[in-house]
């Protein structure tokens, strides 16, 4: 595999990690498991997927210690983009679906790309092919966010009837996100998105300052465990919904942990370095397409239709 097609194959596994995610993490929040402890079991899980290889590999290779102001911007990544992000997309998950929230995060390439401009980060030439390109495809992914958003056509049935994650408040699911749950999720999930656009755009000078990327991620995922902690114990006074089972919970937490907090986050922030933000975000809507086939078949959702 050569240096120019890396970043492409990366993508596209990061995609596919985040649909696996929506889908895994749907069917853990439909079971019960709370939303704030879930982001909280998840950042431990990560932490000690990463914390080892941090201290056995990347410490010998940059040794350099972190500045007070350094710290603080990752602490802020963190906040933003871990623990602020993470909680609306799984309370997002709750009000809708893991389709629902997979399109959501369409709006991801349109927040990436505005704030690009207004950073100077990226330019667009109205008048090239690349440039009108870019612009369609902007257009089309918020078009899409707000058809999900507002417009509720036909359902479709689900692809498999005999799901493997068994849902028990899928029968009266459907009708409830005819409702008013239908517009606040989405909404929350854009919020969510909004934050997590902001934590790849804050990461590119704190990855120019400490390049280390195992490092940074590490120290995210530290802070993000404190952050986690004090908001799932503001929210959830109950402790015994903290309480960890041999169910999807449990593989929720472990898949979200490892795969997405572990080694996804680390992937985007090398993609990230090699091509930029704008890139990595153009193929969020790969998650999208991967979701609704998932979604359908390990759940039994509904899909909804335009007429």
Not at 272 to 284: K, Q
Request: aromatic share 12%; charged share 10%; hydrophobic share 55%.
């Amino acid at each position: 595999m050569d240096h120019w097609t890396k970043p492409y194959i990366v993508a596209i596994i990061i995609r596919v990690i985040f649909a696996g995610m929506f889908v895994i993490n749907k069917a853990a929040i439909d079971h019960g498991l709370n939303s704030f402890v879930f982001i909280f079991y998840r950042q431990i899980a990560a932490s000690l997927l990463l914390l080892p290889i941090a201290v056995l590999l990347e410490s010998r290779r940059n040794a350099r210690s972190m500045s007070s102001a350094l710290l603080f911007k990752i602490f802020v990544c963190a906040l933003i983009g871990i623990t602020v992000s993470g909680t609306l997309y799984n309370v997002s998950l709750k009000l809708t679906s893991a389709t629902v929230v997979a399109a959501s995060t369409n709006s991801i390439p349109v927040i990436t790309f505005c704030l690009a401009l207004l950073l100077r980060m990226e330019e667009v030439k109205l008048r090239s092919p690349s440039g009108i390109a870019k612009l369609t495809g902007v257009a089309l992914c918020l078009a899409g966010v707000f058809v999900i958003a507002f417009y509720t056509g036909e359902l479709l049935s689900a692809v498999n009837h005999h799901h493997a994650f068994a849902v028990p408040t899928h029968a009266s699911s459907a009708k409830t996100l005819m409702g008013a749950a239908w517009i606040k999720g989405t909404f929350v999930a854009v919020v969510g998105a909004l934050a997590y656009v902001l934590w790849l755009i804050l990461q590119v000078p704190v990855l120019k300052e400490f390049p280390n990327k195992m490092l940074v991620m590490v120290t995210q995922c530290l802070f993000s465990v404190v952050q986690s902690f004090l908001a799932a114990v503001v929210a959830e006074r109950d402790f015994s919904m903290w309480k960890l089972r041999l169910d999807i919970g449990l593989l929720a937490i472990f898949y979200s942990g490892f795969a997405v907090a572990g080694v996804n986050y680390y992937l985007q922030a090398w993609c990230m370095e090699m091509r930029g933000p704008v890139f990595l975000t153009a193929w969020t809507p790969l998650s999208f397409v991967l979701t609704i086939f998932c979604s359908s078949f390990f759940l039994g959702e509904m899909v909804h239709l335009g007429r």
